[in-house]
């Protein structure tokens, strides 16, 4: 049987979060995150990392020597090159660490969690890709308070990404979440018990 792998994806505060969380506790299914690879990519002593701080200086990191998120989010968030930049250096090493762990993983269904699926173009990846999504208020609204953004800052990010109706445009699968978490629950189960799409 053809291993189903699932790329799960939306856009940023849309519940992506907590529909992993559901399909690692209820269905027991390995969960690959991009953002963890991500943060991995930039860790410290790693060729990404010094890259970064010969880019933008010795400011970018921490006393310890880490990487300074969100100096390094002031400036990505508002200039498109620095972060298509940023990202030439991190998302091809997230791939590696993906192709790796497919080949080792024995489980017949897998879940990639990508936030920039489309925009990293990882979608070969995976057999079939499930968009969370919610109301562009709910979304601000979220994202907002998660991150303690202000509007102007919560907007940067949402605008960072693909659009979500976009993504949507191109699932598989469409998880509503703008609704109750029962609701978003229930339709997890309707997507896990679905025939894979592939």
Not at 108 to 114: A, K, P, R
Not at 159 to 167: I, R, Y
Not at 170 to 182: F, H
Request: glycine share 4%; aromatic share 6%; proline share 3%.
């Amino acid at each position: 049987m053809t291993k189903r792998i699932i790329g799960l994806t939306g856009g940023i505060a849309t519940g992506k979060t907590t529909v992993t969380n559901y399909l690692a506790s209820t269905y027991n299914l390995p969960i690959l995150d991009a953002d963890i690879y991500a943060r991995e990519a930039v860790s410290l002593g790693s060729p990404v990392l010094d890259a970064i701080a010969k880019r933008y200086g010795q400011e970018i990191l921490l006393a310890d020597g880490n990487l300074h998120r969100q100096k390094l989010g002031e400036i990505i968030f508002n200039r498109e090159d620095e972060r298509n930049w940023l990202e030439s250096l991190i998302h091809p090493y997230v791939r590696d660490r993906f192709v790796e762990a497919i080949i080792q993983c024995s489980s017949e269904i897998l879940v990639l969690v990508v936030p920039l699926l489309f925009e990293a173009g990882m979608t070969d990846l995976v057999t079939e890709i499930w968009v969370v999504h919610c109301s562009q208020e709910q979304q601000l609204q979220r994202l907002m308070q998660r991150n303690h953004l202000n509007q102007q800052q919560a907007q940067v990010r949402i605008n960072s990404q693909l659009s979500l109706a976009e993504k949507v445009a191109r699932a598989n699968i469409v998880l509503d979440n703008s609704s109750s978490l029962e609701v978003l629950l229930k339709q997890v189960d309707m997507a896990v018990k679905a025939p894979s799409v592939n």
